[in-house]
């Protein structure tokens, strides 16, 4: 596949799919956790959280992060996102209210909430899997 096709690719994915896992590093080992992404007309990705979470304290340590996203399960679309990538805590108000829904509501109680951040994630490579027999592809960043 081209890079302009691996793009166009990776993007659809991104796009219907919200929900991943999200892996940090503490002490050497991995923790992971489902989260709900979206992101932006590149390919960072923001998931909410509270700033009180085991995840916020380990991304400040080490901000490693390791995302898994798509994957419909046999018959509906096997094709995955692995994505390595850095993490930065946002917490200021424009992201905020950029991404804030009222799905929220459930954990935080606005989008001015003192606990309410943002964890913005920049790939360093996507590896788009389960498309075939030419996967992985890799789209270095």
Same mark, same amino acid.
């Given at each position: 596949m081209n890079q302009q096709a691996l793009k166009e690719k990776i993007f659809d994915i991104m796009e219907h799919h919200?929900?991943?896992t999200l892996a940090t590093v503490k002490d050497g080992k991995p923790y992971s956790r489902f989260m709900t992404f979206s992101n932006d007309d590149e390919f960072t990705f923001f998931t909410p959280t509270n700033? &009180?979470?085991h995840k916020?304290?380990?991304i400040e340590s080490n901000p490693n992060v390791?995302?898994?996203i798509g994957y419909e399960g046999e018959g509906n679309g096997d094709?995955?996102? &692995?994505v390595e990538g850095q993490a930065k805590i946002r917490d200021?108000?424009?992201i905020k209210d950029r991404l804030w829904n009222d799905r929220m509501k459930?954990?935080?109680s606005g989008k001015d909430d003192p606990e309410y951040i943002v964890l913005e994630i920049y790939p360093e490579s996507i590896q788009l899997m389960n498309?075939?027999?030419d996967t992985p592809e890799k789209l270095e960043l």
């Amino acid at each position: 596949m081209n890079q302009q096709a691996l793009k166009e690719k990776i993007f659809d994915i991104m796009e219907h799919h919200q929900v991943g896992t999200l892996a940090t590093v503490k002490d050497g080992k991995p923790y992971s956790r489902f989260m709900t992404f979206s992101n932006d007309d590149e390919f960072t990705f923001f998931t909410p959280t509270n700033k &009180e979470t085991h995840k916020a304290e380990e991304i400040e340590s080490n901000p490693n992060v390791y995302i898994l996203i798509g994957y419909e399960g046999e018959g509906n679309g096997d094709a995955y996102l &692995e994505v390595e990538g850095q993490a930065k805590i946002r917490d200021d108000q424009d992201i905020k209210d950029r991404l804030w829904n009222d799905r929220m509501k459930r954990w935080f109680s606005g989008k001015d909430d003192p606990e309410y951040i943002v964890l913005e994630i920049y790939p360093e490579s996507i590896q788009l899997m389960n498309t075939g027999t030419d996967t992985p592809e890799k789209l270095e960043l």
